[in-house]
């Protein structure tokens, strides 16, 4: 029985040097390069590389949702966002190329779809209620989260972000993954964070094992501070909150 690995990413806000660092941590734990790349949105934002951060994903990416961020970037409307976030969300998309914006903005806002025959996978940035702005947190009731599992389509998993915060959570018969945040972690660790996948045909399998990588904090505060982005949001990078 084939065991497929899978990369969960989330939240990457245009930290190009946090996802070098991850990606090569990733290429150390499989030995090369997982199956399947499944990132959970917010691609774009509070950060100063959103270009790059795009060609990437358009090059490596085999799913990709849409986050808040990357809407607001995408339409250049940041209403309802903090000073700091609706500062860097406008200057993202002044730096966006056409193309690139018009990619962002063309992202789903959630996918179900099967790798094997016999499960599947839901994905969302935020929660099913909310898709993109929903916060499902790894504190709330179980009752909540059962409430949630019930309005997705039958799943052996459900992916998502937004909170920056890795956890994972049996719900049922569904497992709830959040792999934290690549480029702005607030789980009071400063290193990059991703989830790696081990599963198979066998919906009762699954091997698993978060990923943290350090990176130049400093080199990306420096390019923030450049480039006139709020030093709150460069200084945050350093304590990982």
Same mark, same amino acid.
């Given at each position: 029985?084939? !065991? @497929?690995?899978?990369?969960? #990413? $989330?939240?990457?806000?245009? &930290?190009?040097?946090?996802? =070098?660092?991850?990606?090569? /941590? ?38 990709? !949702? @849409?986050?808040?961020?990357? #809407? $607001?970037?995408?339409?250049? &409307?940041?209403?309802?966002? =903090?000073?700091?976030?609706? /500062? ?154």
């Amino acid at each position: 029985m084939p !065991i @497929l690995k899978v990369l969960l #990413l $989330a939240d990457i806000h245009s &930290n190009i040097i946090a996802l =070098n660092a991850i990606m090569e /941590k990733v290429k150390e734990e499989t030995n090369g390069k997982p199956d399947y790349i499944i990132t959970l949105g917010d691609y774009v934002g509070y950060n100063c590389y959103p270009n790059e951060i795009i060609e990437y994903a358009k090059k490596n990416f085999d799913v990709m !949702i @849409l986050g808040n961020h990357d #809407l $607001a970037v995408a339409l250049g &409307n940041a209403d309802g966002f =903090n000073r700091d976030a609706k /500062k860097a969300a406008l200057w993202n998309n002044q730096q966006l190329s056409l193309e690139n914006r018009t990619y962002l903005s063309f992202l789903e806002q959630q996918q179900h779809f099967f790798i094997f025959d016999s499960w599947s996978i839901f994905c969302l940035h935020g929660h099913p209620v909310d898709p993109i702005n929903g916060y499902l947190r790894p504190d709330l009731p179980e009752s909540r989260y059962k409430q949630f599992v019930s309005m997705i389509p039958t799943s052996r998993f459900l992916f998502c972000g937004h909170t920056h915060l890795p956890f994972l959570k049996e719900v049922d018969e569904t497992t709830i993954i959040n792999p934290g945040s690549v480029g702005q972690p607030r789980d009071r660790d400063p290193r990059a964070s991703a989830c790696l996948l081990y599963v198979s045909e066998d919906k009762n399998y699954l091997d698993y094992k978060f990923i943290r990588a350090e990176y130049d904090v400093t080199e990306v505060a420096r390019a923030m501070r450049k480039a006139d982005l709020p030093h709150r949001l460069a200084e945050r990078l350093f304590f990982g909150e």
